[in-house]
């Protein structure tokens, strides 16, 4: 009888550790089925806004076709070679007339100025209203400043970036300097008809700058009057990503840790469209700075250099110009890398795609959740994009997004658990009206959803200017909690052994009380 007893004792205490084996194996079956999943994903402070001008710049390029107050067309008559002819030898107070555009009255209006001071490489005159306000000798010394700012640093810097300024339309005055009239009007701006033969055409190559603006704006000008003299014809989005980029390239942002002055709104409003050109507001430059940044970061600054001469424009420019260098890439693909980096800006995976070396820049505008699940509708701008940032611990989760059937969404999620970072992207084309997406990671505890209504395609130059069209989406997310199991089994597997324990040596006691 006690053999007997001693035996069930024993098989008690084996079907415990059967029990706790089985557990164990199906626990580290569940561990793999969730690590597999991850085979799936590739592993990859606000500074302080500059106020560059006391204006905001709604339009800092005047284009001939767009300016339609006439009932009647000019034909360009456009030099392909610099002229032999030599231009008059100008000394410092003589005057000129220049036309000027008004912003407020969307007309043009005469002004006469005076040359203030001549540099090896450009003329600056000054309105005669502002020589008067400020006085002749604020003015000589004003005009000395900025003539050796552009010869020493502007000058320079920028035609290594761009290139000549004759381009290959050439120079309509025969007169290599550059003309800087500085004006009361509060807007700078580079109007290209002044080097077409138009009426009220000043027929000299030169850009307008407000008398009190951050002498940087004249790199910025200095670029688009360069690009324009190679072609007339690129969307704003990428003419003024290179020009805020010229700024950088000068060397005037490294005080500002190499932000432009517009570069925190536009990280306060990444729904705003890369593509589409909003007039009312300055968020597009910042935009379109960072988005030039990240190309010559990752890619190299002779991505834009070449950008000037690319006779294709916006996106399919880009894409053109990075894939002769040798960058299997397409626009679409790089528009979701910038995103992501403006996201989550981490070094030190997947060749450092997702960061900045150079700069901090993280969207500061995003949908926190801390909860287990979400369902949201947000809108989306055209090639803008909306980041939804998980803040909870879960191993599992699944996302969900409804669109309408004709437009192509793209997705780019990350997450970081245990193992690092990790980032999947994919376009999610017309034809489907709901996307899913299920995502595994071994104790995630971060992870972002980008969202942004694209083309499916390389998207072609906007035919206008504004906010650009726009989508609803309806995104829903259910995490399963997590946490690690590891912890769990250590804790319930030593509690086991110590109760197995105590088992075998009450039985070893009662054994030998009865023997």
């Known amino acids: 009888m006690k053999l007997i007893t001693l035996k069930l004792h024993f098989r008690i205490v084996n079907f415990i550790l059967l029990i706790i084996l089985s557990f164990g194996i199906l626990t580290t079956s569940y561990i793999f089925i969730g690590n597999e999943h991850l085979l799936d994903l590739q592993p990859n402070q606000k500074p302080k806004e500059i106020n560059s001008q006391q204006n905001s710049e709604k339009n800092d390029i005047l284009r001939y076709s767009n300016i339609s107050q006439q009932n009647h067309f000019y034909s360009p008559s456009i030099n392909t070679q610099s002229s032999s002819q030599n231009s008059p030898l100008l000394d410092i107070g003589d005057q000129r007339a220049f036309w000027v555009w008004d912003f407020n009255s969307w007309s043009y209006y005469r002004i006469n100025a005076t040359l203030v001071s001549i540099g090896e490489n450009c003329y600056i005159y000054m309105e005669d209203y502002c020589i008067a306000e400020i006085g002749e000798q604020a003015a000589a010394l004003q005009g000395e400043n900025i003539c050796d700012e552009f010869d020493y640093t502007i000058y320079p810097q920028i035609i290594d970036l761009a290139g000549h300024p004759n381009g290959t339309l050439g120079d309509i005055d025969g007169d290599p300097r550059i003309i800087i009239l500085l004006s009361h009007n509060p807007i700078s701006y580079y109007d290209q008809r002044n080097e077409l033969d138009l009426e009220y055409s000043n027929l000299c190559e030169m850009f307008h ?307």
């Not at 002779?302 to 399919?316: H, K, W």
């Not at 992501?340 to 901090?360: I, K, Q, S």
């Not at 009206?433 to 395609?457: A, H, N, P, R, V």
């Open 209 to 515: 700058i407000y008398y009190r603006t951050w002498i940087p704006t004249i790199a910025h000008e200095f670029h688009h009057l360069i690009w324009f003299n190679n072609e007339m014809d690129e969307p704003h989005f990428t003419l003024e990503a290179l020009a805020e980029y010229a700024v950088y390239h000068a060397g005037y942002l490294a005080p500002y840790n190499n932000l432009s002055p517009q570069s925190d709104l536009f990280l306060d409003h990444p729904e705003d469209s890369l593509l589409y050109w909003n007039m009312l507001n300055s968020i597009d430059y910042g935009g379109a700075y960072l988005f030039a940044f990240y190309i010559a970061e990752h890619y190299g600054v002779d991505i834009l250099r070449n950008l000037i001469t690319e006779p294709a424009d916006g996106a399919y420019g880009i894409e053109n110009v990075l894939q002769r260098a040798g960058n299997n890439i397409t626009f679409n693909e790089l528009y979701l890398n910038w995103i992501t980096a403006l996201t989550l800006d981490e070094l030190g995976f997947n060749n450092n795609l997702y960061g900045f070396e150079n700069l901090d820049a993280r969207v500061t505008k995003y949908s926190l959740i801390r909860e287990t699940s979400l369902n949201n509708k947000i809108k989306l701008y055209y090639y803008g994009f909306h980041v939804h940032k998980l803040q909870c611990h879960f191993n599992e989760c699944t996302v969900e997004i409804r669109k309408d059937i004709d437009k192509t969404i793209g997705l780019s999620i990350v997450l970081h658990d245990a193992l690092g970072w990790h980032v999947y992207q994919n376009l999610h084309n017309r034809g489907i009206k709901l996307i899913t997406e299920d995502i595994s990671g071994s104790e995630i505890d971060e992870m972002y959803i980008i969202s942004s209504y694209i083309f499916d395609q390389t998207p072609p130059p906007p035919s206008e200017n504004g906010l650009g069209p726009f989508t609803y989406i309806e995104i829903i997310i259910d995490t399963i909690a997590g946490g690690s199991l590891i912890p769990f089994l250590i804790i319930s597997g030593s509690f086991t052994l110590i109760l197995i324990a105590i088992m075998i040596i009450i039985i070893k006691k009662k054994y030998r009380l009865k023997n």
